[in-house]
């Protein structure tokens, strides 16, 4: 046996069948064979226990704390990590159960690779489940990532079974290696649930008598799967006429009644899903709040928002009615969503007494915690955990393939693509990822969202990496050719895809936000004056086609810099609606911009990353060139004649990247600027 006491594993269809054949007592038998003396149950009554819940969610595949796109390891996260913190677990709590809450095949290069480049054979192991096998997981639910191969990718992975139009159900695969429970989509060919609703899982459990001596008592875990019905939306042309989705709350109210009856002491759900204040329906993304108000459910993991809970800081997120970030509870039931990626373990320790027949939650004494990858010591340096040994060589093979998979060539360039002079007019290395969001959200309206067909659909975003590290930190990719990993400079961060319905008003508001890039330059100042404020690059976000132009006036206090907005060569019509591609972080946490980027203005969140939208965009048109991928510039300062110099901090030595921008009003002043971070001292003359 592993080191947890172990039962067996029981699925729904044969626990009725196995009680029948076995009858209590041989049941009885059978679990102390395999876990060990099980005492006289009856004897027992006031025993207590723990069983703690660990979960993983919104893995996406990276087991190694890896960057396959920067070629380099990143400690902040990765499973090989987080399987640390799980072993410490086990040494911890003599009972525990580990689960993973979905988001788990897809999200990397490695992902990506094993689906789509070099797709294992159905005998072989995703290495995401190969290295979560090293684990020994007891249950896991499905995330929407999971559709994004399609269904008979998924029904491979997860070793057959999936009775639904366009896959061989009788397939057998290698599988999980735990079992998948998934209670909320159907397959419209049986009507039933595409993968089995919940598991209930047989364990002895180590307890403490009255008499403070040990005691092993059996217990009947039943954990129950749930995941956002946005799959019907985001993987649309995989699902349509093929599955159908169920709410959350409708589902538990169905199963988790049968999972009673069939025994279960206590019911853990897994919820790919996280928390909403909003009303609830049935195609609610996050109803957390909701799922834990169906009696019967002891425990959820939540995942799919990418959060944490409960929070500690000091101003926590989800700071919602009915959540107790103390006592890490919703609505009185014990609760985690431990990050994403592996930089968090999610620990409930669920506090149980035998009440001589079954075991009852003490909800009251159970506790919930993260546990990270990484913390800070008392000096406030950063500390991470090992990797586990044990985890990296298992998938060595598939991770050096993956990463010589990135460093094939996607395209070619003619021209450097470079965020070096971003902030004054060079839209070098953002106008492609404006293009390929534009083109992705455009498709997607035409084909799924009609009534939005008749809106322009345009894009913005921003450079993000723009010298606040210092010299170094500017996109930059060289002239020739464009491989998988140059798309994390073109897009640094893991965002997906919004799409963002606005009017011509605020259109211009929105600028005005961007524009606090910039300090208000006085004219009649004769002394130095910085341009750039302390307003983060990667909120300066821009157009760059020619159909949208406006002119940036640095003269002009904040929110009255945005001159000459046209669209089309007319002046913008304040009551003309648009749809702007952005990413989901702008789109949600953006009310300081304008008010509908609360998430209000969202029209469409898909679930793609906007690096992957790039990857593909480039991939479908390799050949990129200054002319049609480098050159369309929306904006320009508006003219001012300055008595003194006006200057910026850049990369050294990078007057030429500015004159093939076409920048005539770029100079070098200093090739030190004197900040000690390798960047050198430019002015721009903003009379030009």
């Known amino acids: 046996m592993s080191e947890r006491i172990l039962g067996f594993l029981i699925s729904p269809s044969q626990v009725s069948r196995r009680v029948a054949v076995l009858g209590v007592v041989a049941l009885a038998a059978s679990l102390a064979a395999c876990g060990g003396s099980s005492d006289n149950a009856s004897s027992n009554a006031g025993a207590t226990a723990t069983l703690t819940v660990l979960e993983t969610t919104d893995l996406h595949f990276n087991v190694r704390s890896y960057d396959y796109f920067k070629l380099a390891e990143d400690k902040s996260y990765g499973f090989e990590r987080t399987a640390t913190l799980v072993r410490a677990a086990r040494k911890e709590f003599a009972n525990t159960l580990l689960v993973d809450n979905g988001d788990t095949i897809q999200g990397t290069a490695l992902a990506d690779y094993e689906a789509t480049v070099s797709p294992i054979p159905c005998t072989q192991q995703l290495s995401m489940y190969k290295a979560m096998g090293a684990l020994g997981f007891d249950a896991g639910t499905l995330g929407n990532h999971e559709f994004n191969y399609g269904l008979p990718f998924l029904n491979q992975v997860l070793g057959g079974g999936l009775d639904v139009d366009g896959v061989d159900a009788t397939k057998k695969c290698a599988g999980a290696g735990y079992p998948a429970v998934l209670a909320n989509v159907y397959s419209n060919k049986t009507k039933k649930p595409l993968v089995q609703p919940y598991t209930l899982l047989e364990r002895t459990l180590v307890a403490k008598g009255t008499d403070g001596k040990e005691v092993k008592l059996p217990i009947k875990i039943g954990v129950i799967g ?212 534009q083109a992705y959200v455009a498709a997607y309206i035409k084909a799924s969202l009609p009534q939005y067909a008749a809106l322009p659909v345009l894009s913005v975003s921003a450079p993000f990496k723009s010298g606040f590290q210092g010299g170094a930190d500017y996109t930059d990719v060289a002239v020739g050719p464009l491989a998988i990993n140059n798309a994390a400079d073109l897009y ?197």
């Open 226 to 437: 749930f995941t956002t019905p946005g799959i019907m939306n985001w993987d649309k042309r995989y699902l349509e006429g093929k599955v159908y989705t169920e709410g959350a709350v409708e589902s538990a109210n169905k199963y988790v009644p049968e999972l009673r009856a069939k025994g279960a002491d206590i019911v853990v759900a897994l919820l790919h899903g996280g928390l909403d204040s909003a009303a609830y329906s049935a195609t609610m993304e996050n109803p957390g709040l909701y799922l834990s108000k169906v009696a019967g459910i002891d425990a959820m993991v939540m995942g799919h928002q990418h959060g944490v809970f409960p929070d500690t800081a000091a101003t926590p997120s989800f700071n919602l009615p009915g959540v107790d970030h103390k006592a890490g509870t919703v609505n009185g039931v014990p609760a985690v969503m431990a990050s994403s990626w592996g930089k968090a373990l999610g620990v409930v320790q669920l506090a149980l007494q035998w009440d001589g027949s079954k075991w009852v939650v003490n909800k009251s004494a159970s506790k919930s915690e993260l546990r990270n990858i990484q913390s800070k010591n008392a000096a406030g340096a950063t500390v991470t955990v090992d990797a586990d040994p044990a985890i990296a060589p298992l998938i060595e093979t598939q991770h050096q393939a993956a990463i010589q998979y990135v460093k094939t060539p996607i395209g070619q360039t003619d021209f450097r693509m470079s965020t070096l002079f971003a902030d004054v007019g060079d839209p070098g290395a953002i106008q492609i990822v404006n293009q390929a969001q």
């Open 492 to 688: 640094l961060y893991p965002n997906t895809v919004y799409a963002v319905k606005v009017n011509g008003a605020d259109i211009k508001n929105w600028l005005e936000a961007a524009a606090k890039r910039f300090n208000q330059i006085d004219p009649a100042k004769t002394t130095e004056q910085q341009l750039i404020s302390t307003f983060p690059g990667y909120n300066f976000d821009m157009f760059t086609t020619a159909d949208m132009q406006y002119e940036i006036d640095v003269t002009q206090p904040v929110g009255s810099r945005i001159k000459n907005l046209t669209y089309l060569g007319k002046p913008i019509d304040g009551a003309q609606e648009f749809v702007i591609a952005t990413n989901n972080y702008r789109a949600t946490s953006g009310k300081s911009f304008i008010d509908k980027l609360d998430g209000s203005g969202t029209i469409w969140a898909s679930p793609d990353a906007n690096r992957d939208v790039v990857i593909d965009y480039i991939r479908k048109n390799p050949a990129v060139t200054r002319t049609a991928n480098g050159a369309a510039k929306s904006w320009r300062f508006a003219k001012a004649t300055v008595a003194g110099p006006v200057v910026f901090s850049s990369g050294a030595n990078a007057l030429s990247v500015a004159q093939a921008a076409g920048l005539g009003n770029v100079s070098l002043l200093a090739a030190d600027d004197g900040s000690g971070k390798g960047t050198s001292k430019y002015g721009v003359d903003l009379s030009k």
